[in-house]
């Protein structure tokens, strides 16, 4: 994924040229918190922040030029740079958002913070039973059926608490990955145990079929 | 994860009898694009964004309480809500951040999105070959390099390219959890293919110990 999939290309942008009282009122009715100053063939040349402009207001400057960064202190990223590097900036960075420039430094849109949040939640999101139908799928000869009754077995194992496969199964219908990494303790221990449960139903399936 | 662990304690607060030029400066110098408004005691009464005090600047107003959002417009958690919650608020209502109360609606802290961002993306920042070792760790008399082998092995199967044992193990020492979801096309794909992996080394052990 690179950055030019994330960014939002129905950005607002400004001229060094304009008046702050007028900028302060586009981005007021906009709701947003910085944007790119671009030239008339809109490259980048600077950014400007809403606490720039109650500077600018409280010090009676006139022009966006006044107050604005310069592009020399603006984070920015290429649009083929890949899509975490606007993950690792804006992360250590504390940036709320960023601008992302194509070969000519021409501004194609600019990514928030909000919007990487909304991207990575998207992973979080998704329920666990959904890993649970790739090993189904993944392991030939296993079904469905066989996969909630190792898991409820392995749960009952680590836990001590009795399950039913079909309780087991409404659980990681309902929960999501996030949820699970967080409950079994991180991202290895959650896969550790599904490969167990992969590893336990070949096991019980070699053992049926040696019956 | 608790919405209390995630939160910046050294946070600003003004209150709703302060001047909005005085708050202008200290969210200028602090770098703070919202800040929560409170009584005496802390207790959550409303909400200031630097937009607000753009507006609040140019139109001549005098105090925060003229221009501050209303307790019942903000977005607000609760200590104990999990944190997952903030992660949903904040891409669903696009915040850059919100405030967290205790039982007595204290604003004991502040969220904030590039704060998510860090959080959610250290879970990215995992190396592949650390879900290696947890693989490893639990298919008990599976080593590392019956691993690696069946790794190569199915990577040469599926993309057709010839690898080394030697450079897959040093392709997963080098790539992150978040490169590898994105490279295999999403969270499932990827966990299905540590599926085979698993599936493989095994039946390649067991054919092994048939000989």
Redesign the interface.
Known sequence: ?KTKEMIDKEFIYVSKDDKI?EV??I??NS?K?AIPVVTDDLKLIGWV???N???G??ENKEFISEIMGQKEEVFYLHEND???LA??E??KH???SLPVLDDNDVVIGVI???D???T??S??E?KVC??Y???E???KGVNWEELMEASALLHRRTTGKKTSPKDYEKNIRSS????A??ATGG???F??G???V??LV?ARKVGKSKK
Chains 1, 2 share one sequence.
């Not at 999501?176 to 949820?179: D, H, P, S, Y």
Request: proline share 2%; net charge neutral; glycine share 4%.
């Open positions: 994924m009282d302060s009122i981005m007021e709701k918190l922040t809403s606490l402009i109650t500077r207001l409280r890949p899509a975490r993950v690792i804006t992360s504390k940036l709320m928030r913070s909000f990487i949040v909304d990575l939640s992973l979080y998704i959904k890993l139908e790739a090993m799928n993944e392991l999501t990955f996030g949820e990494i967080w991202l290895e221990k896969f550790a599904l490969i167990t992969g590893e070949i």
